[in-house]
């Protein structure tokens, strides 16, 4: 699935990679990256405030358990793949 925008929080911007147009988040600046893609599925990514780690949440919403939990694991490979680390909990 193609990411849409991404927000960096630190930064203080959304990207949106389309067209490439950069505007300001509303949100106070803080260490996440957050990654809107086209199905409406989103990535966040940001370090722990407490360990040596970086923590990823997917948030995907579906009728169905199944498919979610699919579409998940479908995020935890790709970025196991290009982090080199395994990302599932």
Request: net charge negative.
């Amino acid at each position: 699935t193609a990411v849409s925008y991404v927000a960096d929080y630190l930064e203080g911007t959304v990207t949106y990679l389309e067209d490439g147009r950069k505007e300001a988040t509303t949100l106070p600046r803080s260490n996440v990256l957050y990654y809107k893609l086209a199905n409406d599925d989103v990535i966040v990514v940001r370090p722990s405030g407490t360990e040596p780690k970086i923590k990823i949440y997917y948030l995907l919403l579906d009728d169905r358990y199944d498919i979610a939990k699919s579409r998940c694991t479908t995020y935890q490979d790709a970025v196991s793949a290009w982090t080199g680390m395994i990302a599932k909990s």
